[in-house]
C-alpha cells in the first residue's frame, strides 16, 4: 500500500478552519435561540388561551357547544395512521347550512 503525501498543504491551517468552524456555530445558535424563544411565545400563549377558555367554560360565559365551531368553507384534511397509507382528502367543503357560525351573535 502506498500512501503518498504532500508536504505542501494548499487549504487553511488548523487555527483558521477552527475559528471558521466556530463562528458557523455560533450563527446556527443564534438561529436555534430565536426559534426557540418564539416556539416559548406560542406555547405560553397556547397555555393563556386555554385556560381562558377553561375560565369561561366554567363560569357559564360560553358553553362547549360553541367551542366546536367550524367555519363554513373549503379544507384539506391529512389523516395519518400507524400501519397504512397516509390519506389526504382534499378539497372538503363545508357549506354554510352545516355550520354552527350562525349560533354566534
Known sequence: MDIQVSPAHDGPGP???YARRL???RVAV?????VDARTAGARLL???GVAATAVFVWRGS????LLL???AGTYDVHV???GRPDVTLSAME???DRTRMKLIQ
Do not use: F, K, S
Not at 30 to 34: G, K, P, S
Not at 62 to 65: A, F, K
Open 69 to 71: 365551531v367550524l367555519p
Open 46 to 48: 397556547t397555555v393563556v
Open 30 to 34: 443564534q438561529q436555534l435561540d430565536v
Open 23 to 25: 463562528a458557523d456555530r
Open 15 to 17: 487555527a483558521e478552519e
Open 80 to 82: 395519518a395512521q400507524p
Open 94 to 96: 363545508l357549506p354554510p
Open 62 to 65: 360560553i358553553t362547549g357547544y
